[in-house]
């Protein structure tokens, strides 16, 4: 007991200290959360905006695509017609030279 009320200066002191430097290593602590969860949450924002522009960019290429395909696809239509209308004419052709062929007389002269 002795020891206590005659050191009682020094010891008050060191709690002191002590509750001071408990007290800034738990701030430390804090400020190193608080900073990791600032980077944490730049990486997630970063890394959305990144998904974000990969799907932008899929779904425009897929529509870039699609639109090809629509184009390509009435241009086989418009050819299919063409081919249509062509057989349409060699066959009109084939039936005149055929009338023709058959109502002109050939002479032989000697």
């Given amino acids: 007991m002795e020891f206590i009320t005659k ?5 008050t002191i060191i709690f002191i200290f002590l509750f001071l430097f408990k007290t800034c290593e738990s701030c430390n602590r804090n400020s190193k ?5 600032k980077q944490l949450t730049a ?7 990144a998904k974000d522009s990969v799907i932008n960019l899929l779904f425009k290429d897929n529509q870039v695509k699609a639109y090809l395909i629509k184009d390509l696809y ?6 299919g017609i063409k081919i249509d209308e062509a057989e ?8 005149t030279v055929k ?3 058959t109502n002109t007389t050939i002479e032989i002269k000697k």
């Fill in 88 to 95: 349409k004419r060699n066959d009109a052709i084939k039936e």
């Fill in 7 to 11: 050191n009682l200066k020094w010891i």
């Fill in 33 to 37: 959360i608080k900073s990791q969860a």
């Fill in 74 to 79: 009435t241009e086989l239509k418009i050819a």
């Fill in 99 to 101: 009338n023709i062929r």
């Fill in 43 to 49: 990486l997630c924002d970063s890394t959305t905006n």
